[in-house]
C-alpha cells in the first residue's frame, strides 16, 4: 500500500511527464515548421520517452495497490525563437524535472518506503542521461552558430535517433 504523500507526488509527477510530453510536441511542430526532419524525429523520439516514463510511474502506482488521479495538463508556453533557445528551455525543463525526482525521493525517504525508493533510482539515471544528451546537443548549436550548411548536416546526424521502449524500474 502507498503512503497517502507518497502516492500524491506520484500522480503529480505522472502530471509532470505528462507535460514533458506535450511540451516536446509542441517543440516538435516548431521544428517542423523549420522543415528541420531531424530535429522533429529527435522530438519524435523524446515524445515517445515522455509517454513512458508517465506510464512507467502509473502502472506503479496501481501494482502498489495506489490510486490514480488524473490532473489537469497545462498548456505547453515554448520559450524562444531559435533552435538554441528552445534546447535551452528543454535543458532547463529537463533540470527541473531532475529537482521533481529528487522530491519523489525525498518523500519516499520520508514515509520509509525503500521499494519506491529502489523504483525511483532509474528515473534519477534517466534525468542523467537526459540533461547529458540535451546539454550535447545545445553545445553543438552553440557551435555552428549560423553555419546553414553545418545545422543541415546536424539535422541529418539527429534523424537516425531511435526511441526503444525503456525497461522501467
Ligand atoms: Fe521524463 O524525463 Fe524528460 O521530462
Redesign the pocket.
Known sequence: MLNEKMEFAFNEQIN??FY?EF??LAMKAKFAEWNLQGFVNWFDV?VQ??RA??FGMYDYVLERGGKIELMTIERPEIEGDTPVQIFEHVLR??QY?TSRINYLLDVAEEVKDRAATSFLDW?LK??VE?ESNVGKVLATLKLIGDDKNALLLMDKDLATRVFTVPVIG
Do not use: D, I, R
Request: proline fraction near 0%; avoid cysteine.
Open positions: 509532470k511527464e514533458s511540451l516536446y523524446q520517452e515522455e516514463h508517465a525543463h529537463e524535472v528515473y534517466e534525468q537526459e
